[in-house]
């Protein structure tokens, strides 16, 4: 899977900025497969 948010196609892209303002809150960590390697951290959720 894709591990940096740069190289993800602009669609998807496109797909998790129009989910954050649906839903009205930032989306801080994505996986794009089945192994923690393949998680993008987009903002830390445990900073302050």
Request: glycine share 10%.
């Amino acid at each position: 899977g894709i591990t940096e948010y740069d190289a993800l196609p602009d669609n998807a892209r496109a797909y998790l900025k129009r989910v954050e303002e649906l839903v009205g809150t930032p989306i801080d960590i994505i996986s794009t497969g089945p192994d923690r390697v393949e998680t993008i951290m987009l903002r830390d959720p445990f900073g302050g």
